[in-house]
């Protein structure tokens, strides 16, 4: 059965849409690479479209979002990873569900991790993970402080850094342009988000 990571959290602006697409480009660059599709559910977005390491499906609506999944579900080998940006009730079902592993993003400000905190108070499955951390080494120390406010069973070990260029995951031409650039980042990422699920990239990646 196929696993599914849910990129969700109140929370706008935490990077989930970018967190997502990057998971799934991750899996497809691995060694043995794992097929991933990501689930659009932002209704205001464009399905993007051209060729990728990974597929992107349409969950716009409650009711694609509930078909795709019917039979995505069903596929042995397989990452689902369903971009949360649409902040949509039925999400909640689907991570109270579905969900083997559920990233809350947040910022390295004080009231992103007041609101991850409480997000993470009502999802026991969520795991918050520090996101477009800054790399100037007082600024992150600074940022570092505020991860203690977090139990450290409940975030991920290692905050994801800030990346340039990353809105290139969403443009056709320059995604084929940056593929190869980000993919050991991306890899890192799917890695460690399937181990914090039980979930080893060697079960997922079809048999040779």
Known sequence: MAKVVVVAGTKGGTGKSTLSHLIAHGAGSLPQPIPAVVLTTDEDDDLLEGYRRYVVVDGRTPALLASQLE??????????????????????????????????????????????????????????????????????????????????????????????????????????????????????LVTEVLARGGIGTADLAPPK
């Open 71 to 188: 039979d995505l579900l069903q596929v042995e080998h397989l990452l689902i990873v369903i971009d949360g940006a649409a902040g949509r009730a039925d999400l909640d079902e689907v991570v109270a569900k579905l969900a083997d592993v559920l990233v809350v993003p947040f910022g390295p400000a004080d009231h992103e991790v007041t609101r991850v905190n409480k997000n993470l108070a009502t999802a026991p499955k969520g795991i918050a993970l520090p996101n477009r951390w800054p790399a100037h080494q007082a600024t992150r120390a600074r940022a570092n402080r505020l991860l203690e406010r977090i139990p450290r069973e409940r975030r991920f070990e290692f905050p994801f850094p800030a990346i340039p260029k990353l809105d290139g995951l969403f443009s056709a031409t320059r995604y084929a342009e940056l593929a190869y650039e980000i993919a050991s980042p991306a890899r890192g």
